[in-house]
Nanobody, 127 residues
Framework: QVQLVESGGGLVQPGGSLRLSCAAS????????IAWFRQAPGKEREAVSC????????YYADSVKGRFAISRDNAKNTVYLQLNSLKREDKAGYFC????????????????????WGQGTQVTVSS
């Protein structure tokens, strides 16, 4: 059974940092274009960052470029999202997602390309 479990969220002050984790079970993340999305109350779910293909190419939304970094540890079957210089507008539930096939190419983290989703981890940025 495919499962994605996010962790690492919490309350942080503006300018602070968090590292989110997305641990997979039921399949190996190696070769999968994993993505991070976020959704704030009353807003649409939006792409934050992703591996666009199995070659390691990454994509970042303009709003997080230079502040967030996606990485992966295939040995731990985990993908990470490092959040730096957090702003109040980064407050949201953060979700990881995986496509249904290995070696998929998903341009700009197109939401339609993902078949599996985690339950999310909450990030709150407040002083």
């Amino acid at each position: 059974q495919v499962q994605l479990v996010e962790s690492g969220g919490g309350l942080v002050q503006p300018g602070g940092s968090l590292r989110l984790s997305c641990a997979a079970s039921g399949f190996s993340l190696d070769g999968y274009a994993i993505a991070w999305f976020r959704q704030a109350p009353g807003k649409e779910r939006e792409a934050v960052s992703c591996f666009t293909s199995s070659d390691g190419t990454t994509y970042y939304a303009d709003s997080v470029k230079g502040r967030f970094a996606i990485s992966r540890d295939n040995a731990k079957n985990t993908v990470y999202l490092q959040l730096n210089s957090l702003k109040r507008e980064d407050k949201a539930g953060y979700f990881c997602a995986a496509p249904g096939i290995r070696n998929a190419i998903i341009a700009r983290c197109n939401r339609a390309g993902y078949d599996y989703w985690g339950q999310g981890t909450q990030v709150t940025v407040s002083s």
